[in-house]
């Protein structure tokens, strides 16, 4: 949306595309947590105090130039936001602003316990409803993006609504999907984010860096169902009121992983991660695959306080802490890597830009808290901005025939009569349950072979054989075909580089390989050369604004 806002206030016409509702889907809907952005309201603060902190909790891999640019344009989005109607949290006359883990300032900007995102993503609905060279599109799901002569022309998708091929003429096209969270069976954010952006992106011939980096919540919940809420809530809540870890048999369990946490609750959150994971591979986990969290020794006073409104949400999830525990454990939350860009958000192919989670490289091995809106604010303003300024400039290019590849697939997918009986959603589940066991947040070759060699099955014999109905109108089994094709490209490229890095760092960790290797100092790069993906090294890029010992 705000690249959109952007490209619309640059002079031209724009068409915002979503394949559920526009302004509805994605992760920034679901956030409750806070912004990161060094407005300097609560205290002294400066963009550049905020970009060494980036940079280190990106363990030597941020791409120092656009992580400056993250950090130096937040406070001019987020005070534009506050503009445009999002009301900030506000103490003594100023925008409220709290710490949080890897800031060395208080500097992260919220609006309520709950509505953070919600209310990010509302002012923006609002913006975009009030331009008129705004034309919205919702239920349409783009399958490619069309390229001729290494310049993006357009895009191909399919109306969902009526299962009608929608070929659509642009002079610059922004990628704007979000990341790759339903890769894994248990993820954090929509469930509609497939890694749509970088499938397309790699189709297009434009190239992908730090695939193998996916940030992986700790403490998330599994259940009781949870309606609502945003599931890495639990979190700072354990720290500050010492909710208790335990197994599927009650008993707390980090002191078997080499913690200290009985008595203190401040288990580092690598270590409970690899902890409860271990004690579900043990057998000692809870029903849904995690272990439980208990407040039931804290007063209801303390719980009341410290919960403030949203101990009346969960109560009406049917959730009462003084009670009962909760089931958390790891899930897929955010992803560092993504589509390779430069500063003007430009892939190397001509006139195709991407931004927000869609971006990789800008937080390195490991996305310093708070950074995600402020990643999609800053980076999907300057997406728009560019992506204008060479549509102004950029006489009309389409024809037909350029889109007649992806018309024609669509075409024989119509006519298909597999007999296979299997769905796309069943091949959607087992490589979501395969992703979590074998690509999750602790890693070995082993495991990383095993996964790259069912995926490319997959690829090869099941996904072609897939059974599709031959219903026109919301004809979902199409959809899930066509997101099911970019969950395997985007799996792929996951996979083939966590194995390749063959050390540990930041959100990427081998078991078989613990330490960081300083030869791995580089990102990696994926490309589809002759339709195989390979991958290749380039250092990290460098920027003079930092300030170097």
Request: proline share 4%; charged share 25%.
């Amino acid at each position: 949306m705000y690249a959109a806002i952007s490209a619309a206030r640059s002079g031209v016409s724009v068409l915002l595309l979503d394949k559920s509702l526009v302004g509805r889907g994605g992760a920034t809907i679901m956030a409750q947590m806070t912004v990161a952005a060094a407005i300097a309201h609560q205290e002294p603060d400066h963009w550049t105090v905020h970009l060494d902190d980036t940079i280190k909790a990106g363990r030597g891999l941020c791409n120092e130039e656009l992580a400056a640019l993250l950090c130096e344009d937040g406070p001019k989005r987020i005070l534009e936001m506050e503009e445009w109607g999002t009301r900030w949290a506000r103490e003594d006359g100023h925008i409220k602003q709290v710490a949080a883990p890897g800031h060395s300032r208080r500097r992260c900007c919220y609006v309520d316990f709950l509505n953070t995102g919600p209310a990010v993503a509302a002012t923006l609905r609002r913006q975009v409803s009030n331009i008129k060279e705004i034309q919205r599109l919702s239920n349409v799901a783009v399958t490619d993006v069309t390229v001729h002569d290494g310049q993006a022309v357009g895009a191909v998708g399919i109306d969902v609504k009526n299962g009608q091929v929608v070929t659509i003429e642009a002079k610059a096209v922004i990628l704007a999907a979000g990341g790759l969270t339903k890769l894994y069976a248990h993820n954090s954010a929509s469930a509609n984010m497939a890694g749509e952006a970088y499938a397309l992106a790699l189709w297009a011939g434009a190239e992908l860096i730090d695939m193998e980096f996916v940030q992986f919540f700790p403490i998330a919940h599994l259940a009781p169902r949870l309606v609502g809420m945003d599931p890495i809530m639990w979190d700072p809540f354990r720290y500050k009121l010492g909710g208790k870890l335990l197994s599927g048999n009650f008993e707390e369990f980090i002191d078997r992983y080499g913690g200290t946490d009985a008595g203190t609750y401040t288990a580092t959150r690598d270590l409970a991660s690899y902890a409860i994971l271990k004690e579900v591979e043990a057998g000692r986990g809870s029903p849904h695959g995690g272990v439980y969290l208990d407040f039931r020794h804290i007063p209801e006073k303390d719980l009341r306080n410290a919960f403030g409104p949203a101990i009346e949400r969960l109560a009406a999830n049917g959730i009462d802490l003084t009670k009962m525990p909760v089931e958390v454990g790891p899930m897929a939350h955010y992803h560092m890597g993504g589509v390779r860009v430069n500063r003007q958000m430009e892939t190397r192919v001509k006139a195709l830009y991407a931004a927000g989670e869609a971006v990789g490289a800008a937080n390195g091995a490991n996305r310093l808290s708070g950074n995600a809106i402020t990643e999609a604010l800053v980076f999907g303003e300057r997406a728009g901005h560019f992506a204008a300024e060479h549509a102004r400039r950029t006489p009309k290019a389409w024809n037909a025939a350029f889109a007649a590849p992806s018309v024609e697939r669509m075409r024989l997918m119509r006519k298909r009569d597999a007999k296979s009986g299997v769905s796309s959603i069943a091949l959607q589940s087992e490589l979501k349950s395969l992703m979590w066991k074998k690509v999750g947040p602790f890693r070995t070759g082993e495991k990383l072979t095993t996964a790259l060699e069912r995926i490319k099955t997959m690829q090869k014999y099941d996904f072609p054989n897939l059974s599709i109905s031959s219903e026109r109108s919301f004809n979902l089994d199409l959809q899930d075909w066509f997101e099911l094709r970019a969950m395997l490209t985007t799996g792929e490229a996951v996979v083939t580089a966590a194995l390749t890095r063959t050390e540990s760092r930041g959100a990427h960790q081998r078991e078989d390989f613990p330490e960081s290797d300083p030869a791995f100092v580089r990102n990696q790069v994926l490309e589809l050369r002759h339709g195989q993906l390979t991958s290749s090294w380039v250092p990290p890029v460098q920027s003079q604004q930092v300030k170097r010992a």
